[in-house]
């Protein structure tokens, strides 16, 4: 059974335009949310990670919204480049439980 | 710093034999663990480590054995290959459990 879901395997986005990737979680016992970006034949980069007593967190061009009661959160990056094009997994965990990763979004950033 | 590195990058192996996936970490970190990535299942999580002497299994164990003799170093190994291992390998550091991960570059394993 998959706790942590991304349910579009892609996302193609114009450059400049606001990229959304959304994951949800089945677990309510999850309190820390991470989301890492991964680039073909390169291992997983952390990217931004938020704490269940928060709903939002930001980054520069990064900002990660959680909704708790509709076990969901999402990914925002504004304005969209072409060096974000990469596929983005959404991770959960009960601290200090295990991390469970989702699927992964493909992000193709468009000219 | 190196980071997290994996050796090899590339590895055939035929059905039955055995092999050792290296991974070493130089950032002090106390929490190793390795992953498998597979298309559509994410990354799953195969043995974790919490310290050196200390393992234990994650989410899809079966067919892999762990060590962790030292802080830096966490081999994971192929008992009896199959194809059902045909992944690709991804060793990961942290301080703890519940700080990020730095991953390493990954291993692409082919089981014929």
């Known amino acids: 059974d998959q706790q942590v879901k991304q349910n579009s395997p892609s996302l193609s986005v114009q450059e400049g335009r606001i990229s959304i990737l959304n994951c949800d979680y089945t677990?309510?016992?999850?309190?820390?949310f991470l989301w890492y970006k991964k680039y073909p034949a390169e291992g997983p980069t952390f990217l931004i990670s938020?704490?269940?007593?928060?709903d939002k967190n930001e980054d520069g061009r990064f900002t990660v919204f959680l909704n708790k009661s509709a076990k969901h959160l999402s990914l925002h990056i504004v304005p969209s480049q072409p060096g974000d094009s990469a596929v983005y997994f959404c991770?959960?965990?009960?601290?200090?439980?295990?991390?469970?990763f989702g699927t992964g979004t493909r992000l193709q950033v468009f000219p | 710093n190196a980071g997290v590195t994996q050796t090899p990058k590339f590895q055939v192996l035929k059905t039955g034999q055995s092999m050792t996936l290296q991974c070493a970490q130089d950032?002090?970190?106390?929490?190793m663990s390795w992953y498998r990535q597979d298309p559509g299942m994410g990354l799953r999580l195969i043995h974790y480590?919490?310290?050196?002497?200390?393992?234990d299994q994650g989410e899809v164990p079966n067919g892999y054995n762990v060590s962790r003799s030292t802080t830096e170093d966490f081999p994971l190994r192929l008992l009896s290959a199959a194809p059902s291992q045909t992944s690709v390998y991804f060793c990961?550091?942290?301080?703890?459990?519940?700080?990020?991960?730095?991953f390493g570059p990954g291993t692409r394993l082919t089981v014929t």
């Open positions: 990961a550091s942290s301080y703890s459990p519940w700080t990020e991960q730095y």
């Open positions: 677990n309510s016992m999850f309190d820390y």
């Open positions: 938020i704490s269940s007593i928060k």
């Open positions: 991770a959960a965990q009960s601290v200090p439980d295990k991390l469970i």
């Open positions: 950032m002090n970190h106390e929490y």
């Open positions: 480590s919490v310290g050196a002497g200390i393992t």
